[in-house]
């Protein structure tokens, strides 16, 4: 074994952590590597870290995402247990959140079809008048649709309130509505 | 080769592997407790990303130091500079054959745990969690996106990509921009606190 040689990039260290497109020989030399590099090794622990970080501040509910059915259905695989949402497009829905729910998912139907960019535009009756803009939200071509995870730990601490998305199709002459969503919020009774 | 052998006596690994083999066994304590604060942490590491376990990758820990410091002792490594090998080569072996069964690496820790010298380790970052949820929040969607998807079930960037309808590549661009910007949030967190 070798003195260690230059250090590794967070990339290569990112991509031997998550199995990313790594091939047998590389996952060995990033072994030797760290046996032998300390400062590389401190580097893959901080990353551990952030990602522990990330999934502990999902789970905990601390954080808003834009998801896939996909993910969302391994999810509930795992036994998280999920408050699901579809209002109409155009339409309006009465929603709450249970204390022991894990995860509130927002499905917003919506035609796909052409559609580059897609930037949502939020307003909540507890800030009249004050609009969020979320820029290049992700969205799931298959199931046609844009799912929200918003953070359900400040959900469950929010009084009665409605809250309206409205989702954007950004083209090259500007933007387009393709899609306009209201959840009427209710604390859970009790 | 010689070049190589003589690089590897002059690691300080090297050096502290050869006064414990050099000393009569027990006798070199410190020589022990230095090693392991070095090679410890290391070779958790390689149980972390083998075995996806912290206890796995402690008992992994336990086991090859163990197992190391035994063989110095008892004269059994022929080249003690190199004992980075040596612990490289029982981690592999080690995981190998965990997957084959329990039993001999039960025997070597009930035999020899008590006897190892331990050492305060520096293991890992504990990270305010307020502050990592804080730092996501301000991340765009896409990034926070591909970050959430990616670590909470240790997705690599073809899977991701599969479900967002983005290249692998795409996916590992955007990857890197939102770690980057997580990095410096969560660090300048810490200095401020």
């Known amino acids: 074994m070798s003195a260690a040689a230059d250090h590794l990039s967070v990339d290569a260290l990112l991509d031997y952590w998550l199995h990313d497109d790594t091939p047998a020989a590389s996952v060995d ?31 905990a509910g601390a954080v808003s995402a834009v998801a896939t059915s996909a993910f969302v259905q391994r999810l509930a695989g795992q036994g998280v247990r999920l408050r699901e949402y579809r209002p109409p497009r155009g339409g309006s829905v009465n929603c709450t959140v249970a204390p022991d729910d894990d995860l509130l998912v927002i499905h917003l139907e919506v035609p796909l079809e052409g559609v580059q ?14 609009e969020h803009r979320l820029e290049d939200v992700p969205f799931d071509l298959q199931a046609g649709e844009v799912l929200y995870l918003p953070k359900i730990a400040a959900v469950k601490q929010l009084p009665e309130y409605t809250f309206r998305v409205t989702l954007l199709s950004v083209e090259s002459g500007g933007a387009r509505e393709i899609g306009r969503y209201a959840f009427r919020h209710k604390p859970w009774p009790g | 080769m010689e070049a190589a052998d003589a690089s590897a006596a002059e690691t300080p690994e090297g050096r502290v592997a050869r006064r414990i083999a050099a000393a009569a066994p027990g006798e070199a304590g410190e020589a022990e407790a230095e090693l392991y604060r070095l090679l410890a942490p290391r070779v958790r590491r390689y149980g972390l990303r083998h075995l996806r376990d912290s206890h796995a990758a402690a008992d992994l820990m336990q086991h ?31 995981v190998m054959d965990q997957r084959r069964g329990e039993r001999r690496r039960a025997e070597l820790l009930a035999r020899y745990a008590d006897d190892l010298p331990m050492a305060d380790l520096h293991i890992a970052p504990r990270l305010d969690q307020a502050r990592v949820a804080d730092c996501l929040e301000r991340l765009p969607e896409r990034e926070r996106t591909v970050l959430v998807m990616t670590f909470y079930d240790e997705q690599p960037s073809e899977a991701v990509g599969t479900q967002l309808g983005l290249s692998a590549g795409n996916v590992r661009v955007i990857r890197h921009r939102g770690i980057d910007k997580l990095r410096r949030c969560v660090d300048a967190g810490r200095r401020v606190s």
């Open chain 1, 29 to 59: 030399a990033v072994d030797e590597h760290l046996m032998q590099c300390d400062a590389c090794g401190q580097v893959l622990d901080e990353l551990i870290a952030l990602g522990d970080g990330v999934r502990s501040a999902f789970r």
């Open chain 1, 117 to 130: 960019r897609i930037d949502a535009v939020t307003e909540s009756s507890l800030e009249p008048g004050v």
């Open chain 2, 64 to 94: 090859v130091m163990v197992h190391t410091i035994a063989q110095l002792r008892a004269g059994e490594l022929r080249e003690p500079e190199r004992v980075l090998s040596f612990v490289l080569g029982t981690c592999r072996f080690t």
